[in-house]
């Protein structure tokens, strides 16, 4: 049956009565009422669609229209919309990845948005990664459109994390370490909230659950196939429907019959089954692994989609593979779930031709290699019985090993799909396996970086800490002298920080061009890496051996809320190192607001150099970013914005 908007509408007001307002909801709400086209831009759970809905809702109550849809071509159908239309939108250009197809209606559309939309507003959420595709063009990517929620300005506070942990769990009575503990969950944290309050199994796993939720939730799922027939059986089921199950329309046809029956029979469920013990099943798993919207279910949330499939993908790949829609597949299948490996075709292949195959190459890929980045566990160690060098080196510059490898690819999941929790079971067991038959932890590649760099370098915490278990060295840096911690602070990772500092990492270390971890923390714009830091002890005035210091840096590169830190724990604001001074800095890049900062907080612009024409200079210098200032406001108030 057709899901209605009413249906839509009851959803989101009953997931709003959990909702806490946080900088991230404030500044969207902000740009909503000044703007006709809003993006909200972040990872998988990390409360895109919550804010949006919120948001709706607030525009419902005050007499708009609201619409939400599918994908812009879906609102072309109901046209035309009448005045002060609010039309919402959740991934129009695609998913986990960049979808050609749909980006190509977008575009179709978006001359018709600009031109003829005077009192419709859309707000849309979109992953980074998709907007950052390099085929994105237009009023979708305009940064002023766009509210990044996990950048450093508006990703979740403590205290914001605090308030909503408290929304959830106010009458669980969590202590005040489980609480600590539970906030320094980076990844999915509204919705992990929401999980583990629905559920006694979740709570009883604690902390855990917030660590590993797609190990947890796997758990738990697998579970049902022992235990609760039913729950396995419905789930499967709604796997086979697309992510959309109407009970009452169960059986309505030939095919759907089909798959009823073979749902039935593959797990273990008696013939007469009716179709409502199944909804009464996946009612029972309602606010928990399944919603309902109107008269139909569908997977509470990506990841439980996600760790679902990755379930019964191992066990009935080809049911899903022919009943499954293409376009539903396309979003969620893998490369790696179909290098899942058969070992069966692996002893076919290594019987009777064992040193041909095992010194085959795919490019420059040895089989132990390929094995190592789809983490296929079963086959690695096939193939280690036989001896194969766990350190080999594929034959390019890069000279990956297969450690590096079995890293990288996790990585790659958390950077384009954002699925990095389901797959971080599969990584860490490849990499215990490695490191077990004997992997050299600490052996570089990759110009020089070594396995704890690589996952430093792009946040993977608990395979950092793996491997400094196991004898990582945590100094050794690649050929320019980056080490761990200098890649966590540079890629934005507070959380990798802080277990490398735990783990007794040198703040002050330098790389080959004479940089710490706090100047490329500040040069990027991570403030809170940069408050880690500083409360660790990094020194705020130190000058650099290119003259320098973090409050320079900052200044620079318009950083304004990292300079405010500086400026707030004591960072001196007229710090003259090697010729220069911060205010300088700011006037040289024409940064106004910069400049008015730092003379609010006491710059001297009557500061002179050692040949005493430092002052001349200082005086053009700030006449320049005057002019270069009132040129932009000129410029502001004489362009009409493309969306006004």
Same mark, same amino acid.
């Given at each position: ?21 946080? *900088? ?13 086209? &809003?993006?909200?831009?972040? !990872?998988?759970? +990390? ?36 005045? /002060? ?168 046809? =030939? ?30 798993? /309602? @606010?928990?692994? &399944? ?86 566990? *079963? ?40 699925? @990095? ?12 396996? #490695?490191? $077990? /038959? ?30 400094? =278990?196991?004898?990582? =060295? ?8 980056? +080490? ?27 790389? !080959? ?20 830091? #500083? ?53 040289? $890049? ?8 730092? #003379? ?14 430092? !002052? *001349?200079?200082?005086? %053009? ?6 002019? %270069? ?16």
């Amino acid at each position: 049956m057709p899901i209605v908007a009413q249906d839509i509408f009851e959803e989101w007001q009953e997931e709003d009565k959990f909702f806490v307002p946080t *900088k991230a909801s404030e500044q969207v709400e902000n740009k909503t009422k000044h703007q006709l086209l &809003v993006t909200v831009a972040g !990872k998988s759970g +990390s409360g895109k669609s919550a804010i949006i809905h919120h948001i709706a809702l607030k525009y419902r109550e005050m007499g708009w229209a609201v619409t939400p849809v599918m994908s812009v071509k879906r609102f072309f159908m109901v046209w035309p919309a009448i005045n /002060k239309t609010l039309v919402v939108i959740n991934d129009p250009i695609g998913k986990e990845s960049f979808d050609e197809l749909l980006y190509n209606s977008w575009q179709r559309c978006e001359e018709v948005l600009t031109s003829n939309l005077k009192e419709v507003k859309f707000l849309m959420t979109c992953r980074k990664n998709v907007l950052d595709h390099s085929r994105v063009k237009g009023i979708i990517s305009d940064k002023s459109n766009i509210v990044d929620i996990d950048c450093d300005q508006y990703k979740l506070t403590d205290d914001e994390k605090r308030q909503i942990l408290n929304r959830y769990t106010s009458n669980m009575n969590l202590s005040e370490k489980e609480c600590a503990e539970i906030i320094e969950t980076e990844f999915y944290f509204p919705l992990l909230c929401k999980l583990y309050s629905s559920k006694n199994k979740c709570q009883i796993k604690g902390v855990r659950f917030f660590r590993e939720p797609s190990i947890c939730l796997i758990e738990e799922i697998s579970g049902y196939r022992q235990t609760i027939k039913e729950k396995y059986c419905a789930l499967f089921l709604l796997t086979l429907f697309n992510n959309g199950l109407c009970i009452n329309d169960l059986p309505a046809n =030939d095919l759907s019959e089909n798959k009823f029956k073979r749902a039935l029979k593959l797990c273990g469920m008696a013939k007469n089954t009716s179709p409502e013990a199944i909804g009464n099943n996946l009612e029972s798993l /309602k @606010g928990f692994l &399944v919603k309902k919207i109107g008269d139909t279910y569908h997977f509470y949330h990506d990841l439980v989609l996600e760790v679902v499939f990755d379930i019964f993908g191992r066990h009935f790949l080809a049911e899903i593979i022919e009943y499954s829609d293409i376009g539903f597949l396309r979003g969620i299948v893998t490369l790696n779930v179909c290098c899942n490996g058969s070992t069966i075709l692996v002893d076919i292949f290594l019987k009777d031709h064992v040193d041909e195959y095992l010194m085959e190459k795919w490019d420059v890929f040895y089989p132990i290699h390929i094995a190592s980045v789809f983490h296929n566990a *079963k086959v690695l160690t096939k193939l280690i019985q036989f001896d194969v060098d766990v350190n080999l080196q594929t034959e390019n510059e890069s000279s990956w090993t297969p450690l590096s490898l079995a890293i990288v690819n996790e990585t790659q999941k958390v950077d384009e799909f954002n699925h @990095g929790n389901s797959r971080k079971m599969l990584c860490l067991s490849t990499i215990d396996l #490695l490191v $077990k /038959k004997g992997a050299d932890i600490n052996l570089s590649c990759n110009y020089g970086n070594t396995a704890l760099n690589i996952s430093c370098c792009n946040g993977q915490d608990s395979i950092a800490q793996f491997l400094l =278990d196991h004898g990582a =060295d945590i100094k050794l840096g690649d050929i320019e002298g980056y +080490s761990p911690l200098h890649n966590a602070a540079q890629n934005g990772h507070d959380s990798t920080v802080k277990l490398l500092l735990k783990n007794g990492a040198d703040f002050n270390s330098y790389n !080959k061009y004479g940089f710490n971890p706090l100047y490329k923390a500040i040069q990027k714009g991570h403030y809170r890496v940069v408050k880690v830091l #500083l409360n660790h002890g990094a020194d705020i005035n130190l000058c650099s051996k290119y003259g320098d210091t973090p409050l320079d840096i900052a200044a620079s590169q318009k950083h304004d809320s990292t300079l405010q830190l500086l400026l707030d724990q004591g960072a001196n604001v007229n710090s003259f190192c090697k010729g220069t001074v911060p205010l300088a800095k700011a006037c040289q $890049k024409g940064h106004y607001e910069i400049v008015q900062l730092l #003379l609010h907080k006491g710059a001297n612009i009557n500061i002179c150099g050692e040949d005493g024409r430092y !002052k *001349k200079d200082m005086i %053009e210098l700030y006449k320049y970013c005057l002019i %270069e200032e009132l040129t932009q406001i000129y410029v502001a108030n004489t362009v009409i914005p493309l969306l006004l």
